[in-house]
């Protein structure tokens, strides 16, 4: 176990020719004064320079460490070496620790880089690969028929693209999303074929979407390796893009649950010229204090920076345990990747449906008291955003309100409860709730109008915020209290307990079918140049060099 880790060490960025650092151009990108970029340009303007790459593959090599590869997009330089290699090298003991039975690496001391690498290194992870990620799918007892409301109808995920009204071509369902791709997050699991015929033909769906895995780190996607629990979460993901995006491709990046991998996975979709996704979905996330503490924060924003440059728009879903993100943390505690403020976070709503699509009534997940309830509140490690400047939150059950001291989250909600799910190598179906629906569903409905529009939307919190409730149906009542005493109150416009709202698709789609917001050349799927301005920098892999 000690013998053959995988490490991954993180080169600085070069700066923009504009004297921009990706940072700066990535918030400039988001307040729409700056272009996305193409590959190239991304690569030409943001990757690592290549002699500090080699600097630290001829350091990596002249220690006795295998170089795996290098990436200039990525900025990364993988290596393979051994724990007294790397105690060594880095001043830490590597020790083994034993976790649900599965033995991992981890260290307890601060990691030194060492002198001749660290002027041109950021970061430096994989030596702790403890798996700290938890998916945000959680199965729970289905609804008894019996108890239900004949005038209602209990919506599947098909049925959610019309209660949300997203919008498409005059033409066959099963044909919309034809030149979409959405990418999405696993770090553990798989799916099988019978996993996905099962889902879409209850969603009345009957040709499965185009679905291809891009293995990061030695993930691969393996539906009989789930030491995580990803099976469901994987196929609640796809079901919920799918049935967004019937016609179009559904990326898996499939990676380990560890810091690094998580890392590397979002950064293997920001450069992915093969697929070229437009959104990316994430559903699984721990505490952002615990990112905090490992230094992790600022090496991941990177990695979402570099998709906002590109056009592609992160969604992350913000926890299934109300203030407390995820089950047994703290209260007050958030979910992060949503936390951050180049991701778009996904709440939770319990929705009423008439039968002819209608919303009935809706308000925030957990305001029944219940065990779950939607993630939302305000964190502590991130300044408040531009876009929510002014917003203040609304406790529960006080009524105490305050001005938002930090980024507030979410930023919208969709229906959480409900979802039938077909996963496993026995196929089995279980009824789940989770905002780990919400952030696919919603990356469906972006990528839809991506498609609509001609234009990658980026991050749309901006545009959204400044049309206030206008696109989106405003949840003026509850709250996401759930299991605990405490929580947030919805009230009128954006709050901690719903965000904005749910989104009425054909709103947010007139918004940018009207050119308002940051809206560049066009890079959606399809759409792209197939050849462009070539630059002197250029990607370059290295394999066991």
Not at 27 to 42: C, K, M, R, S, Y
Not at 156 to 182: E, M
Not at 471 to 482: E, I, K, R, V
Not at 512 to 529: D, Q, V
């Amino acid at each position: 176990m000690l013998d053959n880790i995988l490490a991954s060490i993180y080169v600085r960025r070069d700066s923009h020719e504009n004297g921009m650092t990706l940072q700066e151009y990535a918030d400039a990108v988001i307040a729409g004064t700056q272009p996305v970029l193409e590959h190239d340009q991304f690569v030409y303007q943001f990757g690592a320079i290549q002699d500090e790459i080699d600097l630290v593959i001829n350091w990596a090599q002249a220690n006795g460490l295998t170089v795996v590869e290098s990436h200039q997009g990525m900025a990364v330089v993988k290596v393979i070496g051994s724990a007294d290699q790397y105690n060594s090298l880095f001043g830490i003991t590597l020790c083994e620790e034993t976790i649900d039975n599965r033995t991992y690496v981890t260290h307890f001391e601060s990691l030194t880089v060492p002198s001749e690498i660290n002027d041109v290194v950021q970061s430096v992870l994989g030596l702790d690969n403890t798996p700290y990620f938890v998916p945000s799918a959680i199965e729970v007892e289905a609804i008894d028929p019996n108890q239900l409301d004949p005038n209602l109808i209990t919506p599947t995920t098909q049925d959610l693209t019309r209660v949300y009204k997203f919008p498409g071509t005059p033409r066959d369902y099963q044909k919309q999303g034809k030149s979409c791709v959405v990418g999405f997050i696993s770090l553990s699991g798989g799916y099988t074929t019978n996993n996905l015929t099962s889902a879409f033909t209850y969603n009345k769906i009957y040709t499965n979407p185009e679905i291809v895995t891009v293995q990061v780190d030695g993930g691969g996607g393996d539906v009989n390796n789930d030491p995580s629990g990803g099976n469901p979460e994987n196929m609640l993901d796809i079901i919920c893009i799918g049935c967004g995006i019937p016609a179009g491709k559904i990326v898996m990046y499939s990676a380990p649950n560890s810091f690094s991998s998580f890392v590397n996975a979002v950064s293997a979709c920001a450069n992915d010229t093969t697929n070229r996704p437009s959104v990316l979905s994430i559903s699984w996330g721990t505490y952002d204090t615990t990112f905090a503490s490992y230094g992790v924060l600022t090496t991941m924003d990177t990695a979402f920076q570099s998709c906002l440059v590109k056009g592609i728009t992160p969604v992350a879903a913000s926890g299934d345990f109300g203030v407390r993100a995820i089950n047994g943390g703290g209260t007050y505690t958030l979910n992060h990747p949503s936390t951050s403020p180049y991701v778009l976070a996904a709440g939770g709503s319990v929705v009423s449906v008439n039968n002819d699509y209608s919303i009935a009534s809706e308000q925030p997940w957990g305001t029944a008291g219940g065990s779950y309830a939607a993630g939302g509140g305000v964190s502590t490690i991130y300044p408040v955003p531009s876009w929510q400047t002014g917003l203040t939150s609304k406790l529960y059950p006080s009524g105490t309100v305050s001005a938002l001291t930090g980024r507030g989250t979410p930023d919208f909600s969709m229906m959480a409860t409900g979802y039938v799910v077909y996963y496993g190598p026995s196929n089995s179906s279980g009824n789940f709730v989770g905002t780990s629906a919400t952030a696919p569903l919603m990356a469906g409905l972006i990528a839809r109008i991506n498609e609509l529009t001609g234009v990658r939307m980026g991050l749309p919190m901006p545009v959204w915020y400044a049309q206030g409730t206008n696109a989106f149906n405003d949840l003026t009542t509850g709250d996401n209290h759930g299991g605990n005493t405490v929580g947030y109150q919805a009230n009128a416009g954006w709050d901690c307990a719903s965000g904005l709202g749910t989104p009425i698709g054909t709103e947010i789609y007139k918004i940018y079918k009207k050119g308002s917001g940051s809206i560049f050349p066009k890079l959606n799927e399809n759409r792209r140049p197939s050849s462009g301005q070539v630059y002197p920098r250029r990607v370059t892999i290295y394999t066991n060099r």
